[in-house]
């Protein structure tokens, strides 16, 4: 087998082409989404399926957000009905365990997950920190995000952020909901208050979660376990029901409208 030779300045500028011109283009996006775990890339699935402009910003370099830690660093967590339905519909497999509740591998939930939103056609971009939200006034909105490598913010160094533009953007962070958190204290017109998330209560922390997903200020959204920090609620630990379901409902509630304002425009 002969291997192709590549110099390294070709190398370089391969990258560098095909990089930047990734960046012109998602300057500018229907959905943006913080945070690549299971309800940022079921949003993403779902809006790519719509054929919504979607780009998932992730601050580690890897999918999956908490499944990869399992319970307490098991390999395998809970998903209940109807969220498998989801699941089949991206070819992960489940292991029934009583009526309407599974066993999963997080390994093959994360890749499936995150292999099935590209497909659809969403962008997904590893080391990126989204530490703050762009807004404009009359009427008052988010409008975007600004951006900034991981490895800057890890490393302290003072660095400006690049921004960018998005008809809506989802904050799929996690416990701390980073986004709307800075959302809250920095545009306090917006009128968010975050009181916290409270102590397990599994039974009914999975309906609540997906039931009080959606927009929680003109343009910013709430998804997965941030819903439980805007919104007061339990946490449900390693079952992730709520979280694909929350995706596809936030996904839902974006499509339809952007796609209704696009009709009317």
Not at 196 to 202: I, P, R, V
């Amino acid at each position: 087998m002969e291997i192709r030779q590549v110099d390294e300045v070709k190398i370089t500028k391969y990258i560098l082409k095909a990089t930047f011109e990734d960046w012109m283009d998602i300057a500018e996006n229907d959905v943006v989404i913080v945070g690549a775990g299971p309800s940022g890339l079921s949003a993403a699935y779902y809006l790519a399926k719509k054929g919504l402009k979607t780009t998932v910003f992730e601050r580690r370099l890897s999918f999956g957000g908490g499944i990869g830690g399992g319970a307490m660093l098991f390999h395998k967590i809970v998903i209940e009905s109807p969220a498998d339905q989801v699941l089949r519909e991206m070819n992960i497999r489940l292991q029934r365990v009583e009526e309407g509740v599974y066993i999963v591998d997080s390994s093959e939930f994360m890749a499936k997950l995150a292999s099935s939103a590209i497909d659809a056609g969403a962008k997904i971009v590893h080391g990126v920190t989204v530490d703050d939200v762009i807004f404009r006034e009359n009427p008052l909105r988010v409008t975007g995000v600004a951006v900034e490598w991981t490895a800057t913010q890890m490393a302290s160094l003072h660095v400006d952020p690049l921004f960018i533009h998005a008809k809506a953007v989802v904050d799929a962070t996690g416990h701390d909901a980073e986004v709307i958190s800075v959302a809250a204290r920095k545009i306090p017109e917006l009128g968010i208050a975050i009181p916290g998330e409270k102590s397990a209560y599994s039974e009914v922390a999975e309906k609540l979660t997906v039931d009080n997903t959606g927009e929680v200020a003109p343009g910013l959204y709430a998804a997965g376990m941030a819903v439980t920090e805007v919104k007061g609620l339990p946490r449900m630990g390693p079952i992730f029901g709520a979280m694909v379901l929350s995706g596809k409902k936030v996904a839902e509630d974006i499509a339809s409208t952007l796609l209704m304002k696009a009709r009317n425009t």
